[in-house]
Protein backbone atom coordinates (compact mmCIF):
# COMPACT_ATOMS: atom_id res chain seq x y z
CA UNK A 1 0.00 0.00 0.00
CA UNK A 2 0.91 3.09 -1.03
CA UNK A 3 0.92 6.48 1.42
CA UNK A 4 1.01 10.93 1.09
CA UNK A 5 1.62 12.83 3.56
CA UNK A 6 -1.02 15.61 3.21
CA UNK A 7 -1.71 19.15 5.85
CA UNK A 8 -4.95 19.40 6.41
CA UNK A 9 -7.54 21.15 8.39
CA UNK A 10 -11.08 21.85 7.95
CA UNK A 11 -13.32 19.42 6.28
CA UNK A 12 -16.97 18.29 4.95
CA UNK A 13 -18.11 14.56 5.95
CA UNK A 14 -20.32 13.47 3.80
CA UNK A 15 -22.43 10.28 5.73
CA UNK A 16 -24.98 9.13 2.97
CA UNK A 17 -28.72 10.29 2.62
CA UNK A 18 -31.72 10.84 4.89
CA UNK A 19 -35.09 9.19 4.04
CA UNK A 20 -36.04 11.93 2.20
CA UNK A 21 -33.08 11.65 0.01
CA UNK A 22 -31.08 14.94 1.32
CA UNK A 23 -27.65 14.53 1.80
CA UNK A 24 -26.34 14.08 5.67
CA UNK A 25 -23.01 16.16 6.01
CA UNK A 26 -20.95 17.65 8.77
CA UNK A 27 -18.60 20.64 8.85
CA UNK A 28 -16.20 20.87 10.83
CA UNK A 29 -14.28 23.96 10.69
CA UNK A 30 -11.74 25.74 12.93
CA UNK A 31 -9.17 23.03 12.93
CA UNK A 32 -5.81 24.21 12.73
CA UNK A 33 -3.63 22.46 9.58
CA UNK A 34 -2.13 19.19 10.51
CA UNK A 35 -0.35 17.03 8.80
CA UNK A 36 -2.00 13.53 7.96
CA UNK A 37 -0.39 10.02 6.44
CA UNK A 38 -3.39 8.96 3.61
CA UNK A 39 -3.31 5.64 1.76
CA UNK A 40 -3.37 6.77 -1.60
CA UNK A 41 -6.08 4.31 -2.56
CA UNK A 42 -8.18 6.54 -0.14
CA UNK A 43 -7.96 9.73 -2.94
CA UNK A 44 -10.95 10.23 -4.78
CA UNK A 45 -10.41 13.43 -6.51
CA UNK A 46 -8.46 16.43 -5.75
CA UNK A 47 -8.95 20.19 -6.64
CA UNK A 48 -7.74 23.64 -5.52
CA UNK A 49 -8.92 23.53 -2.03
CA UNK A 50 -9.72 19.90 -0.71
CA UNK A 51 -9.06 16.22 -1.35
CA UNK A 52 -11.88 14.04 -1.33
CA UNK A 53 -11.18 10.75 0.27
CA UNK A 54 -13.02 7.39 1.23
CA UNK A 55 -13.81 7.16 4.99
CA UNK A 56 -15.29 4.26 7.05
CA UNK A 57 -18.42 2.82 6.75
CA UNK A 58 -19.10 4.11 3.43
CA UNK A 59 -18.42 7.57 4.27
CA UNK A 60 -16.84 10.29 1.93
CA UNK A 61 -14.92 13.37 3.08
CA UNK A 62 -13.61 16.44 2.14
CA UNK A 63 -10.70 17.55 3.39
CA UNK A 64 -9.21 21.46 3.28
CA UNK A 65 -5.66 20.97 1.87
CA UNK A 66 -2.41 23.02 2.58
CA UNK A 67 0.03 21.77 -0.08
CA UNK A 68 -1.45 23.34 -3.04
CA UNK A 69 -2.48 21.50 -6.08
CA UNK A 70 0.48 21.36 -8.58
CA UNK A 71 2.37 19.86 -5.61
CA UNK A 72 -0.12 17.34 -4.87
CA UNK A 73 -0.17 16.59 -8.79
CA UNK A 74 2.96 15.90 -8.82
CA UNK A 75 4.07 13.54 -6.10
CA UNK A 76 0.99 11.70 -7.18
CA UNK A 77 2.83 11.69 -10.88
CA UNK A 78 5.96 11.25 -8.84
CA UNK A 79 4.60 7.46 -7.90
CA UNK A 80 2.59 6.68 -10.97
CA UNK A 81 -0.92 7.76 -9.95
CA UNK A 82 -1.65 10.53 -11.55
CA UNK A 83 -1.56 10.73 -15.32
CA UNK A 84 -2.32 14.64 -16.59
Same mark, same amino acid.
Not at 8 to 33: L, M, R
Given at each position: ???????? %?? +?? $?? @?? /???? =?? *????? $??? +? +?? &????? #???? $? +???? *?????? %??????? #???? /? @??? /? &? #??????????? @? =? &?
Amino acid at each position: MTFIELTV %SN +QI $IW @HG /YDDK =NK *EIVEE $ITG +Q +QP &AKKTV #AVSR $I +QSFT *EKYVLV %SSGFGRF #AYWE /Y @HDG /Y &A #ALKSRLTQIGL @H =N &A
